[in-house]
C-alpha cells in the first residue's frame, strides 16, 4: 500500500509549475514584443508600421484588434477612422477599414489623458459605461474591452482598441503587452511620420525650387499680360496640386477686383459670370484693399467667407496681393480641399511669386506701353512725312517742279513727272535703228516706311543690271531719300522759325495790350491807349473801336489813333448797325470780318480823312454773348491781312471786351458805392437823432411810473399798481433798445469813443454776479465766479466791459433751463481771458456765426420765448474788438455753450488803440 501524498507537498509543486509556466508566458510575450520592436525599427512608413502592428498583435487570437486614426470635421469635433483591424479567432464582428466612429459615441472619452488607457473585464456591467453602448457590446458577445492612445510627442494621433469574449481576459500581463505594442507604435509612427514629413518637405522644396524657376521662364515668354496670367496660374495648379487656382486684376476705377483668368473648366465658368469682388470684401477684397496676405485655415469657420457654388471643396484659402512696392495689380488667390491646407513655406513661396509676378505685369506693362508708342511714332513719324511733302510740294507748286534726270548730258530738271508706270522708254540711236529700254522702278522711302518719290534707272535689254548695281541702287535709294527728307525738314524748319518769330513779335504785342488794357479802369482813356499802342505795335494804317450803344442799335466811335482818329471821335461818327459796312457785318454776325481789298467790296465806307485804306479786318468786342462793340484795323497794302491775324486780333479783341465791361462796372459800383454810403450816413444820424428824441419822454414816463409806485400822488389800488408796473418795465425794455440802436449807429459811423481807466475786474465779476442772481434765482439756476489769483485791474472802458459782461450773461440766463451758468477769468498769454460757461440748450456748429449778425435770431420760437433784438451779441463783438481783444463761442448741443473773450494787457492797447468802424456782416 502506497504511502498518501501530503497536501502541502501537492501545492509546492503546483505552485512550482504555475510560477514555471509564468515564467514561460513572460518570456514568450517579451520574445513578441522584441520581435515587434525589431520589425518596427525596419518600417520605412506609417502603412508598413500599422501592417506589422496588427499581423504581431496575434499574440492574444481570442482577442480582436483596431488601429484607428484621429481626424475632425468641419466644426473640430474629433472621430476615429479606422485604419486596420482584424477579428483573429476571436469571433468579434468589426468595422470595415475607413470607417468613422464619433467621440461622444466611443469609449475614448473616458481616458482621462493621453498618457492613459481605458479598461473594462466586464463591460456590459461596468457603470463607467452608457447603457447605448453596453447594448452594442451585448450584441456582439463583447466581455472585455481595453483602448490604448498612440500618441507621438504632444500629438494625439490615434487609438488601439482591443475586444474579447472573455471575462477578465486582461491580466496585467496581458495589458502589459498591449500597452507596450500601443508604444512600440507610436514610436514607429511618430518615426514614420517625421520621415514622410522629411520626405514632403524635400519634394515640396525640390517642387517649388522647379516651380520659381518655371515661373520665370514663363515670365520671360510671355508675349503680353494674359498669356502672362495662364502661364502663371497653369503652372501653380499643375506643379503644386492645388483645388483651384485663380488671378484677379484690381481695376481702380470701379474699385473692384474682378477675375481675370481661372484655371480649368472651372475657371472659364466663372470668367463667364464675370466673378468680381468689391474691395474690401472677403478674403480677395480685403488683401487688394490691405496689400497683406490673407489665409484662412478653415473657411467654414471664417464669418464673412462667401461660398461658391463651382468650388465647393474648398475648406481652406490663401489670397496674397500681386503689387510692387505699394501698389497692388491684383490677387493670386488659391483654393485648397484640405483643412489647413497652406503652411509657412506655402505662404513665403506664394508671396515671391506674386513678388516676381508683380515685377513681370510692370515689365510687361511698360513693354506694351513702349511698343504702343513705338508704333504710334512710327505712324505718327509717316503720317508727318506725308503731310510734310504734301505742304511742301503745295509751297513749290509754282516752279510746276517734279524731278530730275541723269544722263550723259548732266543733270535736268523735269517740269512734268515721269510717267513711271510706263516701263518701257525708246531711245533713238540712229534714225535707222531704235533699240527698246526697260525702266527699273525703286521706291524713295524713309525709315518710317513712308514713300516719298521713285527713283528709275533705264537699262538695255541687251544688258540689264546685275544683282550688285540693283542692291547698290537700292542703297542709294534709301540715301537719297534719307538726304531729301532731311533737306525738306531743314528748309520747313527754316520756314517755320521765321512764321514763329513773326507770331511771338504779335503775340508779344497782344500781351502787352493786354497788360496796358488792364490797367486803366477809365473806358476813354482804355480804349485811347489801346488803339494807339495797336497801331504802332502792328504797323497798321489806322485803328478804331466802335462801342455799341444798344437804346439806338448804332455803333459810336470812343476811340482812334492818332491825331485822325481822335477828331473823327470828337466829330461823333457813328454807323448803324444796319447799315452796309465792313464794321457792322462784324457787328451783326459776331465774326471776324477779313477784306483784303476793300475797293471791290460794296459796303465798304471810305473816308476822306483816310485815303489810303487798301485792306480792313474787323472784330467784334465780345463778352459771353452780348456784344460790346468792335475793334476795326485798316492797312494801306493789298492782301495785308492773313488767318493767323484773324486770330491774334480775335483774342486781343476778347481781351479787350472784357477790359472794356470791367471798366463800366467799374464805374457803376463806384457810383452805387457812393450813393450807398451816403444812405448809410444818412440812416445812422437819423438813428442817432431819433435815439436822443425817444429818450427824453421815455425818461419822463419811466420816472412818473417810479412816483406813482412810490405813493407820492396816493395810493394805488392793487390792479392801478399792476398797470404802472408794465407801463414802468415796458418803459425800461424800450430804453434798452433805443440804447443798442444808439450804440449800433455809433459804432456804424465809427463815434463810438472808449473812456479808459483802471477796472478791478474781481469787483467787477462780483457787481455782475449781484445783479444777475434774481434773474437766476427765478429759474431756480446757480451763479459760479472763478478768478485767477493773477486777475486784479486792467486798463478798458468800464461801461462797455460792464456792458460786454452783462450782454453775455443775461444771454446765457436767459437760454439755459437748469444747471448752472459760471463766470470765469484766468491770464493766457498776458492777456485777459474771460468765459462765460452755461448748461443750456447749446447752438449747432453752422448757426455760430449767425450768433453775431444783425437782427439775426438762430431760433424764432426761443428768442420770441426769452426776449431780445438781436443786437446785443453783435454790439458785445464789436466792444470786445474796440478794446483789440477776440470773441468766439464753443458749443455743443444739449450739454451748454462757453462764450469765450479776450481783452489785450495795458501797454499793448496803449501803443495801439483801435479805430471805430461799421460792424461787420456774414
Known amino acids: 500500500m502506497s504511502k498518501p501524498k501530503t497536501p502541502k507537498k501537492t501545492s509546492s509543486t503546483d505552485a512550482v509549475v504555475d510560477l514555471e509556466r509564468q515564467l514561460q508566458e513572460a518570456l514568450a510575450v517579451q520574445k513578441k514584443q522584441l520581435e515587434v520592436g525589431r520589425a518596427l525599427a525596419l518600417a520605412q512608413d506609417k502603412e508598413e508600421v500599422l501592417n506589422i502592428l496588427l499581423a504581431k498583435a496575434d499574440y492574444y487570437p481570442q482577442a480582436a484588434l483596431s488601429i484607428t486614426y484621429l481626424d475632425a470635421n468641419v466644426n473640430g469635433e474629433p472621430f476615429d477612422v479606422i485604419m486596420r483591424q482584424s477579428a483573429f479567432k476571436s469571433?468579434?464582428?468589426?468595422?470595415?477599414?475607413?470607417?468613422?466612429?464619433?467621440?461622444?459615441?466611443?469609449?475614448?472619452?473616458?481616458?482621462?489623458?493621453?498618457?492613459?488607457?481605458?479598461?473594462?473585464?466586464?463591460?456590459?456591467?461596468?457603470?463607467?459605461?452608457?447603457?447605448?453602448?453596453?447594448?452594442?457590446?451585448?450584441?456582439?458577445?463583447?466581455?472585455?474591452?481595453?483602448?490604448?492612445?498612440?500618441?507621438?510627442?504632444?500629438?494625439?494621433?490615434?487609438?488601439?482598441?482591443?475586444?474579447?469574449?472573455?471575462?477578465?481576459?486582461?491580466?496585467?500581463?496581458?495589458?502589459?503587452?498591449?500597452?507596450?505594442?500601443?508604444?512600440?507604435?507610436?514610436?514607429?509612427?511618430?518615426?514614420?511620420?517625421?520621415?514622410?514629413?522629411?520626405?514632403?518637405?524635400?519634394?515640396?522644396?525640390?517642387?517649388?525650387?522647379?516651380?520659381?524657376?518655371?515661373?520665370?521662364?514663363?515670365?520671360?515668354?510671355?508675349?503680353?499680360?494674359?498669356?502672362?496670367?495662364?502661364?502663371?496660374?497653369?503652372?501653380?495648379?499643375?506643379?503644386?496640386?492645388?483645388?483651384?487656382?485663380?488671378?484677379?486684376?484690381?481695376?481702380?476705377?470701379?474699385d473692384t477686383v474682378a477675375l481675370i483668368y481661372g484655371y480649368g473648366e472651372t475657371g472659364q465658368k466663372m470668367l463667364d459670370l464675370n466673378h468680381s469682388m468689391p474691395l474690401g470684401v472677403s478674403l480677395i477684397g480685403t488683401a487688394a484693399a490691405s496689400g497683406k496676405t490673407i489665409y484662412q485655415a478653415n473657411v467654414q469657420a471664417a464669418p464673412d467667407w462667401q461660398p461658391n457654388p463651382l468650388l465647393s471643396k474648398t475648406k481652406s484659402e490663401i489670397a496674397v496681393p500681386i503689387k510692387l512696392k505699394n501698389q497692388v495689380f491684383g490677387v493670386l488667390d488659391i483654393h485648397s480641399e484640405w483643412l489647413n491646407g497652406f503652411s509657412d513655406n506655402d505662404h513665403l513661396l506664394l508671396e515671391g511669386l506674386c513678388g516676381q509676378i508683380a515685377v513681370a505685369i510692370d515689365n510687361t506693362r511698360l513693354r506694351e506701353e513702349m511698343d504702343a508708342r513705338v508704333e504710334e511714332l512710327t505712324t505718327l513719324q509717316r503720317y508727318m512725312s506725308r503731310e510734310g511733302w504734301e505742304s511742301y510740294r503745295a509751297s513749290k507748286s509754282k516752279a510746276a517742279l517734279s524731278g530730275y534726270q541723269f544722263d550723259h548730258q548732266g543733270v535736268t530738271p523735269l517740269a512734268n513727272a515721269l510717267d513711271l508706270e510706263s516701263t518701257e522708254a525708246i531711245e533713238a540711236d540712229t534714225p535707222e535703228t531704235a533699240v527698246a529700254k526697260q525702266t527699273k522702278e525703286m521706291p524713295l522711302a524713309v525709315i518710317s516706311g513712308e514713300v516719298i518719290g521713285k527713283i528709275g534707272v533705264v537699262e538695255d535689254e541687251e544688258n540689264p543690271l546685275t544683282n550688285e548695281e540693283i542692291e547698290f541702287i537700292q542703297s542709294v535709294s534709301t540715301q537719297v531719300a534719307e538726304a531729301l527728307?532731311?533737306?525738306?525738314?531743314?528748309?520747313?524748319?527754316?520756314?517755320?522759325?521765321?512764321?514763329?518769330?513773326?507770331?511771338?513779335?504779335?503775340?508779344?504785342?497782344?500781351?502787352?495790350?493786354?497788360?496796358?488794357?488792364?490797367?486803366?479802369?477809365?473806358?476813354?482813356?482804355?480804349?485811347?491807349?489801346?488803339?494807339?499802342?495797336?497801331?504802332?505795335?502792328?504797323?497798321?494804317?489806322?485803328?478804331?473801336?466802335?462801342?455799341?450803344?444798344?437804346?439806338?442799335n448804332t455803333l459810336v466811335l470812343r476811340a482812334g489813333a492818332d491825331q485822325v482818329g481822335r477828331l473823327m471821335t470828337l466829330e461823333g461818327h457813328t454807323i448803324d448797325l444796319n447799315h452796309e459796312s465792313v464794321v457792322a457785318r462784324a457787328a451783326r454776325t459776331k465774326d471776324g470780318i477779313v477784306e483784303n481789298n476793300v475797293r471791290k467790296i460794296v459796303d465798304f465806307l471810305p473816308n476822306p480823312l483816310l485815303p489810303q485804306t487798301q485792306a480792313e479786318l474787323a472784330v467784334p468786342l465780345v463778352v459771353g454773348e452780348n456784344l460790346i462793340g468792335v475793334l476795326d484795323l485798316q492797312a494801306d497794302q493789298i492782301d495785308f491781312f492773313t488767318e493767323e491775324d484773324v486770330n491774334i486780333h480775335r483774342t486781343l479783341a476778347s481781351q479787350i471786351a472784357v477790359a472794356v465791361q470791367n471798366a463800366i462796372l467799374f464805374a457803376e459800383q463806384v457810383e452805387t458805392s457812393e450813393k450807398l454810403r451816403e444812405v448809410d450816413r444818412l440812416k445812422s444820424e437819423f438813428l442817432a437823432s431819433m435815439s436822443h428824441e425817444l429818450r427824453t419822454p421815455l425818461n419822463s414816463i419811466i420816472g412818473f411810473a417810479d412816483v406813482l409806485l412810490e405813493g407820492l400822488d396816493g395810493e394805488l389800488n392793487e390792479r392801478m399798481e399792476e398797470d404802472v408796473s408794465l407801463i414802468r418795465n415796458s418803459g425800461h425794455h424800450l430804453r434798452e433798445l433805443i440804447g443798442d440802436i444808439l450804440d449800433m449807429s455809433k459804432?456804424?459811423?465809427?463815434?463810438?469813443?472808449?473812456?479808459?481807466?483802471?477796472?478791478?475786474?474781481?469787483?467787477?465779476?462780483?457787481?455782475?454776479?449781484?445783479?444777475?442772481?434774481?434773474?437766476?434765482?427765478?429759474?431756480?439756476?446757480?451763479?459760479?465766479?472763478?478768478?485767477?489769483?493773477?486777475?486784479?485791474?486792467?486798463?478798458?472802458?468800464?461801461?462797455?466791459?460792464?456792458?460786454?459782461?452783462?450782454?453775455?450773461?443775461?444771454?446765457?440766463?436767459?437760454?439755459?433751463?437748469?444747471?448752472?451758468?459760471?463766470?470765469?477769468?484766468?491770464?493766457?498769454?498776458?492777456?485777459?481771458?474771460?468765459?462765460?460757461?452755461?448748461?443750456?440748450?447749446?447752438?449747432?456748429?453752422?448757426?455760430?456765426?449767425?450768433?453775431?449778425?444783425?437782427?439775426?435770431?438762430i431760433d424764432g420760437k426761443l428768442n420770441r420765448s426769452a426776449g431780445g433784438t438781436g443786437l446785443g451779441l453783435p454790439i458785445t463783438k464789436k466792444l470786445v474788438e474796440l478794446h483789440g481783444g477776440e470773441i468766439w463761442i464753443e458749443s455743443t448741443i444739449g450739454i451748454g455753450s462757453s462764450f469765450w473773450f479776450t481783452i489785450p494787457s495795458a501797454q499793448r492797447f496803449r501803443k495801439q488803440k483801435p479805430r471805430t468802424g461799421p460792424l461787420e456782416e456774414t
Request: glycine residues 4%; hydrophobic residues 40%.
Open 485 to 552: 527728307e532731311a533737306a525738306r525738314l531743314f528748309e520747313q524748319t527754316q520756314d517755320a522759325l521765321s512764321e514763329q518769330e513773326r507770331l511771338s513779335t504779335q503775340l508779344e504785342t497782344v500781351a502787352q495790350v493786354s497788360t496796358a488794357a488792364s490797367t486803366v479802369l477809365e473806358v476813354d482813356v482804355l480804349l485811347q491807349a489801346v488803339t494807339d499802342l495797336t497801331k504802332d505795335s502792328f504797323g497798321l494804317y489806322h485803328t478804331h473801336i466802335y462801342l455799341l450803344n444798344p437804346d439806338n
Open 91 to 254: 469571433g468579434i464582428p468589426t468595422l470595415a477599414e475607413g470607417a468613422e466612429t464619433a467621440w461622444n459615441n466611443s469609449l475614448i472619452s473616458q481616458l482621462d489623458s493621453v498618457a492613459s488607457y481605458f479598461v473594462s473585464h466586464d463591460i456590459t456591467d461596468d457603470s463607467r459605461v452608457n447603457q447605448n453602448i453596453q447594448k452594442r457590446f451585448d450584441s456582439m458577445a463583447v466581455k472585455g474591452f481595453a483602448i490604448f492612445p498612440i500618441i507621438s510627442g504632444d500629438d494625439w494621433l490615434g487609438n488601439m482598441a482591443v475586444m474579447t469574449k472573455e471575462e477578465n481576459f486582461f491580466t496585467e500581463q496581458v495589458l502589459s503587452f498591449y500597452r507596450l505594442l500601443a508604444e512600440q507604435g507610436s514610436m514607429a509612427l511618430r518615426g514614420a511620420r517625421l520621415c514622410d514629413d522629411m520626405k514632403m518637405t524635400l519634394r515640396r522644396r525640390s517642387q517649388e525650387v522647379s516651380l520659381t524657376i518655371q515661373i520665370a521662364q514663363e515670365i520671360a515668354a510671355a508675349s503680353n499680360l494674359m498669356d502672362l496670367y495662364k502661364r502663371v496660374v497653369n503652372q501653380i495648379k499643375e506643379q503644386l496640386h492645388y483645388y483651384h487656382v485663380q488671378i484677379l486684376r484690381y481695376d481702380p476705377f470701379l
Open 747 to 857: 459804432i456804424e459811423s465809427g463815434r463810438m469813443e472808449m473812456r479808459y481807466e483802471n477796472v478791478d475786474m474781481n469787483q467787477m465779476g462780483n457787481d455782475i454776479l449781484a445783479n444777475a442772481a434774481p434773474l437766476a434765482e427765478a429759474k431756480n439756476l446757480a451763479l459760479r465766479f472763478n478768478i485767477s489769483d493773477e486777475i486784479g485791474i486792467i486798463e478798458a472802458d468800464r461801461m462797455r466791459i460792464r456792458q460786454v459782461l452783462w450782454n453775455i450773461m443775461g444771454n446765457a440766463i436767459k437760454f439755459t433751463e437748469k444747471g448752472s451758468v459760471t463766470l470765469s477769468m484766468e491770464l493766457k498769454n498776458n492777456n485777459l481771458l474771460v468765459g462765460v460757461h452755461d448748461t443750456g440748450i447749446g447752438i449747432e456748429a453752422e448757426h455760430i456765426p449767425i450768433v453775431f449778425e444783425q437782427f439775426r435770431q
